[in-house]
């Protein structure tokens, strides 16, 4: 099912929701909860509640790219900016 997912959610077009959908679909429920995310030339801006979570998407910020990129394609997130808000 998973492929499935990225190959119906890769072919749609890019908005911001299909974005936010793969962003709630890489990082789960908790990271999602603690974050907005803007992506703008191919950088997703993630704004984080505090410095803690901050940090924990920094940490994870290569995996989660790699996560993004089957639902999103290849070219579509260069990296992540991660601020507190």
Do not use: Y
């Not at 429920?29 to 993630?46: G, N």
């Not at 901050?54 to 994870?60: C, L, P």
Request: proline share 6%; hydrophobic share 45%; charged share 25%.
């Amino acid at each position: 099912m998973p492929n499935a997912l990225a190959a119906v959610l890769r072919g749609a077009p890019l908005t911001p929701d299909k974005v936010a959908f793969a962003w709630r679909t890489t990082v789960g429920p908790a990271v999602d909860r603690v974050t907005t995310i803007e992506l703008k030339d191919q950088i997703l801006h993630v704004q984080a509640k505090d410095a803690a979570w901050r940090r924990e998407v920094e940490r994870s910020a290569g995996m989660i790219c790699t996560r993004l990129k089957p639902l999103l394609g290849d070219d579509v997130v260069r990296g992540l900016e991660v601020t507190v808000g």
